[in-house]
């Protein structure tokens, strides 16, 4: 016996099980998943992640001027530094009910230029490259562009703990361009 009132061998044990569960925490820290910055918009009760690579603003809704004829998820044009933009809703283009809409997310690189009306722009996160690409819902959720799942985390920042749908741009913007 010891100090500790323990036999040798089971300290010799307790030991190697802790230097074994240190070992593995720090390799677990040095095997930090990759992640991707998102724009997590709210549409109703829902979020959508927008890969924040493809957004290049966002600002306050201003008026629009509608389209006689256009498509329902049209809400029609504003003119943003000088261009003619198309508004598409992001919550009708989807299908689903939507509050109000409070900001719009211009987009980069599209012809010709367009805007997503949102309810709410919630912030910028990074979120796990797991979770973007390992969509439970191959080529997308019934023909729609969501790629990918987000599960709600009550560790993550606030904005992000529900959890969130992540879109896919081309896809869900594909119907609605030339």
Same mark, same amino acid.
């Given at each position: 016996?010891?100090? &500790? ?29 990759? &992640? ?143």
């Amino acid at each position: 016996m010891n100090t &500790t009132g323990l036999r040798p061998e089971r300290v010799d044990a307790l030991l190697a099980a802790r230097s074994a569960a240190l070992a593995a925490r720090s390799r677990a820290s040095r095997e930090v998943e990759e &992640t991707r910055a998102y724009l997590v918009c709210a549409c109703g009760a829902e979020r959508y992640a927008l890969p924040l690579a493809e957004v290049s603003a966002v600002i306050s809704a201003c008026p629009v001027t509608p389209v006689p004829g256009s498509p329902a998820a049209l809400l029609g044009v504003v003119a943003l530094s000088g261009s003619i933009v198309s508004v598409l809703a992001l919550g009708r283009m989807l299908g689903i009910q939507a509050g109000g809409v409070g900001h719009f997310v211009r987009l980069r690189g599209q012809e010709p230029p367009v805007v997503l009306a949102v309810d709410r722009a919630v912030g910028v996160f990074e979120i796990g490259v797991t979770a973007s690409s390992a969509s439970p819902f191959p080529g997308g959720l019934g023909g729609q562009a969501v790629s990918g799942y987000c599960p709600p985390d009550p560790n993550a920042a606030e904005g992000a703990r529900e959890g969130c749908s992540i879109l896919d741009l081309p896809r869900l913007l594909q119907p609605f361009l030339p």
